[in-house]
Structures are given as structure tokens and as C-alpha cells.
């Protein structure tokens, strides 16, 4: 079984519906991240959680809001969805390294396609 | 503002070929430097760099970094069709954990 995982891997939507992307992880790490990946852009981070009572912006956050219902829950929505919006969407988790740094492992993916 | 650029954009080889991918970053604050792969699906894992000097080896895959000149390499040797894929790189700027990417480098091994 995988051990991060998104549902739905592809979805195609119309300007101004309301998306929830899930993610679910079986790692038992504390950290979770949303990121959304464009051509020539690279990934760049949504939002982030390091608890389930701790959330925060990332670089792109606007448009997006997102909810931590447990350790292992984390989800992505798009309260009105624009055509700008279409990508693929990323969920990943991390533990707290003892050494400080964190390794981070990503979910197979969301395919978000905005007409 | 954080950056990370990676070098060359895109690769074709041969089968066979050594390749060395780049990747050298401006931030404020480092913690550590990632390597991913990237096929048609999510990134996966290879190394996580965080001293200079020390390289990491996983099979025909090598890395190392150097802090004091910023950048990062990614060997692969012998390369094989299955590595053809988009390599990433990632810093880590211990800024809660976030990770700034490169747009990565889009290998493709011929045969």
C-alpha cells in the first residue's frame, strides 16, 4: 500500500465550482504540504501543516484554503475554481529529522483540470 | 528571494553516457539540499545533502555539494533508458521545512 495518497488522481471541473483534493498518509509523520507543479515553473508550496492545529501559507496560497482533520488528513480547496488553476497537484509529508533536516515524501499526485 | 536553478533544462544520451546534472541556489538560510526523480508521477526520493564535501551514493547515482560555491551536482553513470525522467532539485531553507525547487532537468536516455 502506497504510504501517501491523493484522491481523486484526476479531475476535470468548470470555472467557479467548489474542489476539495484529499490527502491521506500512512507514514505517521506530523508534517503535510500541498504543493501544485506547472510547466517551466517547477513545484511551488500551497500550505503547509506541522500539526493539526498548525497551519500556514505557502508562496501561493491565494485561491486555495485547506484543512487538517487528523495527523493523517490533510485537505486542498479551491472554494471557486479558475482556468489558472489547472495543474498537478502534489501532496507530501515529512517527520521531524533529528538532525534537523527533513526528507520529504510525495503523494502520486492530482491532475486538476479547470475548463 | 530564495532561488534554485538547475542546469541544463534538457538532456538527451545515449545509453551508456555519464551525465552531470547542476544545480546551484541563492538562499538566506540552508539547511539542506534534495535530489528527486521525476517520472510520470510523483517525485521520488534520492538524497538529501546537508555537508559539503561528503558524497552520497546510491548505485550508479552519486551527488555531492559544495556550500562554500552553492551548488550541487547529480552523477549518473551508465546511464540506462529507465533513467530518463525529470531530475529535481530542492534546498530546504529551514524556514518551517519548505522546500524551494528548480524547474528540474528532463533527461532522456536513447538507445
Known amino acids: 500500500d502506497a504510504d501517501v495518497t491523493q484522491t481523486p488522481r484526476n479531475r476535470i471541473t468548470k470555472t467557479g465550482k467548489r474542489i476539495m483534493l484529499e490527502c491521506s498518509q500512512t507514514?505517521?509523520?506530523?508534517?503535510m504540504y500541498w504543493y501544485r507543479q506547472d510547466p517551466g515553473l517547477g513545484l511551488r508550496l500551497i500550505y503547509y501543516?506541522?500539526?493539526?492545529?498548525?497551519?500556514n501559507k505557502g508562496e501561493i496560497s491565494d485561491g486555495y484554503s485547506v484543512s487538517r482533520q487528523a495527523q493523517a488528513k490533510f485537505s486542498l480547496s479551491l472554494e471557486s475554481a479558475i482556468p489558472n488553476q489547472t495543474a498537478l497537484y502534489f501532496c507530501?509529508?515529512?517527520?521531524?529529522?533529528?538532525?534537523?533536516?527533513?526528507?520529504?515524501?510525495f503523494g502520486p499526485g492530482t491532475r486538476l483540470t479547470v475548463l | 528571494e530564495d532561488k534554485v536553478v538547475q542546469s541544463p533544462l534538457s538532456l538527451v544520451v545515449h545509453e551508456g553516457d555519464t551525465v552531470t546534472l547542476n544545480c546551484s541556489y541563492e538562499?538566506?538560510?540552508?539547511?539542506?539540499l534534495l535530489w528527486y526523480k521525476q517520472e510520470k508521477k510523483a517525485p521520488t526520493f534520492l538524497f538529501m545533502l546537508?555537508?559539503?564535501?561528503i558524497e552520497k551514493k546510491s548505485g550508479r547515482l552519486s551527488s555531492i555539494l559544495d556550500k562554500k560555491e552553492l551548488f550541487s551536482i547529480l552523477n549518473i553513470t551508465a546511464t540506462q533508458t529507465g533513467d530518463s525522467a525529470v531530475y529535481l532539485c530542492?534546498?530546504?531553507?529551514?524556514?518551517?521545512?519548505?522546500?524551494?525547487f528548480g524547474t528540474g532537468t528532463r533527461l532522456q536516455v536513447t538507445l
Open positions: 546537508t555537508s559539503s564535501g
Open positions: 507514514k505517521g509523520h506530523d508534517r
Open positions: 507530501a509529508t515529512s517527520d521531524r529529522g533529528g538532525t534537523g533536516a527533513d526528507t520529504q515524501y
Open positions: 538562499v538566506t538560510n540552508f539547511r539542506s
Open positions: 501543516s506541522f500539526d493539526v492545529k498548525d497551519i
Open positions: 530542492a534546498v530546504d531553507t529551514g524556514t518551517a521545512s519548505k522546500l524551494t
